[in-house]
């Protein structure tokens, strides 16, 4: 029997450092279903917002959460945010993680849309990746941690506790080297699977990122909530035929104007804080200018920023936009939205519980209430790694008592059901049916004749995949389909239920709801 005294599902910023502290008190395994770099943290360039400067306070720093987050943010959740974010810088840099300084060997603080001071600590411009390095260099050689790439975790392993409630156990896994599906047990289970963008046509997100940890926490019955407010960020490389590519918010924080395919700056029409206004009000206002225009995207205009500043602040999209036949010093780059990030989740305390007992919820899988309606820039990474180390406190405490539970069952071949394998051609195809779906009808603007269409085809997809899924022998692929349609379907019925604009959920013919923020 595998077990672990701690099991975590994920290897990004928010499951590393839950690794890295509950080691201290027993085993850990930490499995990812790729390899431990590929995680929405590897690919955030902008940083991490934090009060270190005299000039800035918490309590702007909550304000400025809470406006963007239009109103529904908890706000005792934010300020815990706020407050523990310079912890979170220094237990970083103990990590290893060398962020930028400027040339008085103080932190360089950039600035993104939503804030009301430069509060963003960064490494140039991939500061997920500095991170990522960071916790996989420290997790791999802790003796406590075994970390376990090529993980597929599959479905939730669920028990009865004394109360009669149910308690998670473990989780049924799949290993690609073993061609088989088996249990990993544990005291205490840690979801962070990251977020769900795969789910949309066009994302900034990984491919791992099938919302895989939702899909499953839904199943096993845990609580879900404002999954309706998708993030689209509105800044990705407008570059057909190439994955997509981000484009940070901190190029506009550093001063780059968005500019229209006529090269006018229209922003400034739509919010006063301009190229700077909350993500999902600079996404719409895209759309709309691409849909006037009838342009396939529009422009972020740096060329009356200095040349060698760009260079240095950022070198990884400076280079990737050379790839492209782009120079941000002198050519427009042409930029569209895209699926970035998912502000609600499974529901968790400001401990990181979960609905079910023994279970625990952190980063983009969660729903901190933090976000609210729309997350600010840069709250992402803290917000992570802080209710990673809440969360890591209440499971040591919380597992001193238990006793390790096995449920029946045995290995078992993942080939070993009479129809074989399910075509990846067929997986495929329809994978992108879904994609489409989401994108037409529960996009940046959405209708509600859209959104019970695609409720409709959403839900005869899924139970036409469960069928196949019962059927056909396991595939990570057919488990990914069936992740997808699932949180696809979870973020439609959401919409349909939120009959009011607000946020990241906008709804053409219902007005914006104003924010409801307390002074």
């Not at 970083?92 to 993680?97: C, I, S």
């Not at 001063?255 to 006063?272: T, W």
């Not at 699926?339 to 968790?348: D, L, N, P």
């Amino acid at each position: 029997m595998l077990s672990f005294d701690f099991l975590v599902i994920g290897s990004g910023i928010g499951g590393m450092g839950f690794a890295l502290k509950v080691a201290k008190h027993g085993t850990v395994g930490v499995i990812c279903k790729g390899k431990a770099n590929e995680t929405n943290t590897s690919f955030a360039q902008g940083g991490i917002s934090a009060v270190t400067d005299p000039r800035d306070t918490f309590e702007i720093h909550i304000a400025d959460t809470l406006t963007a987050g239009a109103g529904l943010c908890e706000e005792k959740t934010v300020r815990l945010l706020a407050e523990k974010a310079p912890q979170c810088i220094q237990e970083l840099q103990e990590l290893g993680v060398n962020f930028t300084r400027n040339e008085g060997g103080n932190l360089d603080l950039g600035r993104e849309g939503g804030h009301s001071k430069n509060r963003i600590v960064h490494t140039h411009d991939y500061t997920g990746f500095s991170v990522q390095r960071a916790l996989i260099e420290k997790v791999k050689s802790h003796p406590n941690i075994t970390l376990q790439e090529e993980h597929f975790a599959i479905d939730l392993l669920l028990s009865n506790s004394t109360n009669g409630q149910q308690k998670c156990v473990g989780v049924q896994t799949f290993s690609a080297e073993k061609d088989s599906v088996f249990p990993i047990y544990a005291k205490a289970v840690m979801l962070a699977t990251g977020g769900a963008g795969q789910v949309y046509q066009h994302t900034t997100n990984p491919k791992v990122a099938t919302g895989d940890g939702i899909a499953m926490a839904y199943r096993a019955g845990a609580k879900i909530k404002d999954v309706e407010f998708v993030q689209f960020h509105p800044t990705a490389l407008y570059d057909p035929g190439k994955p997509t590519f981000l484009i940070s918010e901190a190029v506009r924080g550093f001063g780059a104007e968005l500019v229209n395919s006529d090269g006018i700056a229209f922003m400034q029409n739509y919010h006063p804080l301009g190229s700077l206004a909350p993500r999902d009000i600079v996404a719409r206002a895209i759309q709309k200018e691409m849909q006037k225009t009838g342009s396939p995207c529009v422009y972020l205009d740096l060329r009356h920023l200095p040349s060698e500043e760009i260079k240095t602040r950022f070198p990884k999209i400076y280079a990737r936009c050379l790839d492209s036949e782009l120079d941000m010093t002198i050519d427009l780059i042409p930029v569209v939205p895209a699926a970035h990030y998912m502000c609600g989740g499974v529901v968790t305390d400001s401990e990181g519980r979960t609905s079910i007992e023994n279970l625990y919820a952190c980063g983009e899988t969660a729903c901190t209430g933090i976000h609210g309606a729309n997350r600010l820039a840069s709250n992402s990474l803290p917000e992570a790694w802080i209710f990673a180390s809440q969360a890591a406190e209440a499971a040591v405490f919380g597992s001193k008592n238990i006793a390790f539970s096995a449920i029946s069952g045995e290995d078992q071949n993942a080939n070993s059901r009479n129809a074989g394998i399910f075509p990846v051609d067929i997986i495929q195809n329809k994978k992108a049916e879904i994609q489409k779906l989401m994108w037409d009808y529960v996009g940046i603007v959405r209708t509600i004749p859209g959104l019970l269409l695609c409720r409709e085809k959403l839900e005869q997809m899924l139970s036409k995949i469960t069928q196949l899924h019962h059927r056909f022998a396991f595939s990570i692929e057919l488990q990914e389909l069936q992740n997808l349609a699932q949180v696809g379907l979870l973020i439609t019925d959401a919409a349909l239920h939120r009959t009011e604009s607000v946020g990241c959920h906008y709804l053409e013919t219902k007005p914006l709801k104003q924010p409801a923020i307390k002074n």
